[in-house]
């Protein structure tokens, strides 16, 4: 797992890249800290995007939220091995897009007045097959604490 440098962020907070090894580390029903929403703070932009394509499964399924047993608040059972374009905000804290916007809203999600983590979860009852296969995972976390 590596995680980009501040320089490299753009308009994201976090970003975590994962190959094919960190996921057969997660394994089937793993889950792994991507991030944390500080004290006061809230997510407004989650996204997942398939770098390398995936070989060696085709059941590879994603999560990410705050839920530690069923984290789907910000990216909502992801098919990943079979995704095609970047997906976003398709959890269940985020409203529906329309037919011109087809993905989740960006909109602040989940805020609270304590530290909350932020999990990845992975369910593939294959992985341990999986012989290539990169993503990439952004967040945007507001911290409205810093500011006081």
Do not use: C, W
Not at 85 to 110: M, R
Request: proline share 2%.
């Amino acid at each position: 797992m590596a995680k980009v440098a501040v320089n490299e962020l753009g308009a994201f907070t976090d970003v975590i890249r994962l190959d094919y090894n960190d996921l057969k580390a997660i394994g089937n029903g793993g889950t792994m800290i991507l991030a944390q929403i500080p004290a006061h703070g809230a997510v407004e932009l989650v996204g997942v995007a398939k770098t390398v394509a995936v070989a060696g499964t085709t059941t590879l399924v994603l999560d990410v939220g705050t839920t530690i047993a069923d984290p789907d608040e910000f990216i909502n059972a992801l098919d990943a091995d079979a995704m095609t374009t970047p997906v976003f905000n398709t959890g269940d804290q985020y409203q529906l897009g329309t037919a011109t916007t087809t993905t989740g809203l960006s909109q602040a999600a989940k805020a609270g007045a304590a530290v909350q983590d932020v999990y990845l979860k992975l369910t593939d009852s294959a992985i341990a097959s999986i012989t290539a296969g990169e993503f990439v995972i952004g967040l945007r976390i507001i911290d409205l604490a810093k500011f006081s």
